[in-house]
C-alpha cells in the first residue's frame, strides 16, 4: 500500500492541534503535531514531511522565522494559518515562499481540500520533472534547467529559487510573449480564483522579479499590462 503523506501541523492553539491532527488522520494522513518553532524543527530534523500547516503568530519565534528556516532546509509545500481579513499577513506570508493561506475561524474542511490541491500540484510538478528531459530554456541571458529546477543568471552564477517562483517562471517561460491575467496565473499555480483584495500574484511576481534582477518600475524580461496582467516579453530558446 502507498504510503500516506505526512503533514507537520504547527499551531500553539491545543484545541486546534488535536482538532486538525483527529480530522486529518481520519482523512489518511500522517500527523505530527508541533506547538511552536522550537518544537517543529525537532519534529522537523526526526522525521520526513510532505507537507507543513503553520500558523503565522507563534509564541517566541514567529511563523515566518519558522517559514524562513524551513526554505533553508527543504522546498517543502507550505500552508500559513493567518488571521482573519489581516491581508497584509497573508502578503507577508506569500512574500516567504508560503504556497497557500487559510484564515482563521476556518473549516477543517477547506483547510483539507487546501492541502489535497497543494499536494496534487506538487506531485504534477514532480511528475513532469522526472518525465522531461535536459533542455535547457534560455531567455534574455538567463538559463534555467528544469531537469535540475536550476536557474542560472547571465555571469554563470546559479540564483535559488523557491517551489512557488520556480513554478511561476516555468508557467510564464511556456507562454512566452502572452498576456496572462492574474485569474489565469492563479489557477495555473493555485487551482483557485483570485478574491477581489488577493494580491498573490503580485506578490510572487514582484519576488521573482527581483531574482531575475529586473526591475519593477522598469521591467524588462516580466512586463505588467496595464488592466490584463503579466507577460515574460522575451523570447524563449530551447536547447
Do not use: C
Not at 181 to 190: F, G, K
Amino acid at each position: 500500500m502507498e504510503t500516506p503523506p505526512h503533514l507537520l501541523i504547527v499551531d500553539d492553539d491545543r484545541e486546534i492541534r488535536e482538532l486538525l491532527t483527529r480530522f486529518l488522520e481520519r482523512n489518511h494522513y500522517r500527523v505530527t503535531a508541533a506547538r511552536d518553532g522550537r518544537e517543529a524543527r525537532r519534529a522537523w530534523t526526526a522525521g520526513h514531511y510532505q507537507l507543513v500547516v503553520l500558523d503565522l503568530m507563534l509564541p517566541g519565534e514567529s511563523g515566518l522565522d519558522v517559514a524562513r528556516w524551513l526554505r533553508t532546509q527543504d522546498d517543502v509545500p507550505i500552508i500559513m494559518l493567518t488571521a482573519m481579513g489581516d491581508e497584509t499577513d497573508r502578503i507577508i506570508g506569500l512574500e516567504f515562499g508560503a504556497d497557500d493561506y487559510v484564515a482563521k475561524p476556518f473549516n477543517p474542511r477547506e483547510l483539507l481540500a487546501r492541502i489535497r490541491a497543494v499536494l496534487r500540484r506538487t506531485g504534477e510538478a514532480q511528475e513532469k520533472r522526472a518525465a522531461s528531459d535536459t533542455r535547457f530554456m534560455k531567455f534574455g541571458g538567463w538559463i534555467l534547467e528544469p531537469s535540475r529546477r536550476r536557474l542560472v543568471n547571465p555571469e554563470g552564477t546559479e540564483v535559488p529559487l523557491t517551489g512557488g517562483e520556480y513554478d511561476l517562471l516555468v508557467a510564464l517561460l511556456e507562454r512566452a510573449n502572452r498576456v496572462l491575467t492574474r485569474d489565469m496565473l492563479l489557477e495555473l499555480l493555485r487551482g483557485r480564483q483570485a478574491g477581489p483584495f488577493d494580491r498573490a500574484i503580485d506578490v510572487a511576481v514582484s519576488r521573482l522579479r527581483r531574482k531575475l534582477e529586473d526591475d519593477g518600475r522598469n521591467a524588462q524580461l516580466i512586463k505588467t499590462v496595464r488592466g490584463g496582467g503579466y507577460v515574460l516579453a522575451a523570447d524563449v530558446e530551447r536547447i
